[in-house]
């Protein structure tokens, strides 16, 4: 059973940063793309990225490319979302996804069937 714990979130001024975790366990991570998605009160979810199953490739929404980078250590079956110049825009409940079948290439978004519980961000102006 996939079971995927975020951690990392909290409260903070604009222009400040953030590193998000997703602990991951319940089979074998290396081999499956992990992604990340936010849902901000009142709107849709929304994919902000995803990374593939080696690490080597990811992919980003626009509006946070060049502040956001997903990273990830199969060794330690994490992957990261450093998040940096944030905004109050990027306020949301953050969720880390784990890919459905293994070797994908992390972008696309309707291939995420796990999820974990969530971690609030907050970002003051």
């Known amino acids: 059973q996939v079971q995927l714990v975020e951690s990392g979130g909290g409260l903070v001024q604009a222009g400040g940063s953030l590193r998000l975790s997703c602990a991951a366990s319940?089979?074998?991570?290396?081999?499956?793309?992990m992604g990340w998605f936010r849902q901000a009160p009142g709107k849709e979810r929304e994919f902000v990225g995803g990374?593939?199953?080696?690490?080597?490739?990811?992919y980003y929404t626009d509006s946070v490319k060049g502040r956001f980078t997903i990273s990830r250590d199969n060794a330690k079956n994490t992957v990261y979302l450093q998040m940096n110049s944030l905004k109050p825009e990027d306020t949301a409940v953050y969720y880390c996804?784990?890919?459905?079948?293994?070797?994908?290439?992390?972008?696309?978004?309707?291939?995420?069937?796990?999820w974990g519980q969530g971690t609030q961000v907050t970002v003051s102006s």
């Open positions: 990374i593939n199953w080696s690490g080597r490739n990811s």
């Open positions: 996804a784990e890919d459905n079948v293994p070797y994908g290439s992390g972008d696309h978004q309707e291939s995420y069937r796990y």
């Open positions: 319940g089979r074998t991570f290396s081999i499956y793309a």
